[in-house]
């Protein structure tokens, strides 16, 4: 026969986690293995760790709502797949502009300066 098992409260165990509290720290808190938290709370560290991935959005968009460009550019990149474009149309620049860029890179290459 083991050992009695400690008497742990699940809602602890889920708020340590939905605060974002490693399982370590939990554990040490808690005065158990996290083999133990792993085995016997693995339900409640998961819905703390959603609770705190929930929390975050909210404020990430209610940051936005305020006008933190950061955040809009950010929560668009993450959440609607846009992308910083620096790609620049070749074919509607001037024959001369390539030409001069080109020699500028083969001079480079040479040089074995790759600036």
């Excluded at 009695?4 to 554990?27: F, H, N, R, W, Y």
């Excluded at 158990?32 to 705190?52: I, P, W, Y």
């Excluded at 936005?64 to 609607?80: P, S």
């Amino acid at each position: 026969m083991g050992r009695p098992k400690k008497p742990i409260d699940p809602k602890m165990v889920q708020d340590l986690a939905s605060i974002g509290c490693k399982t370590t720290e939990i554990a040490t808190m808690l005065e158990v293995s996290v083999h133990t938290l792993d085995r016997r709370f693995a339900q409640e560290m998961a819905k703390g760790r959603e609770n705190l991935k929930m929390s975050l959005r909210r404020w990430q968009l209610e940051a936005a709502k305020k006008g933190n460009v950061t955040m809009l550019i950010w929560l668009g990149k993450q959440m609607l797949g846009q992308q910083d474009s620096t790609r620049i149309d070749l074919a509607r620049l001037p024959d001369e502009i390539i030409a001069e860029e080109a020699k500028k890179r083969l001079d480079q290459l040479e040089d074995g300066s790759n600036k």
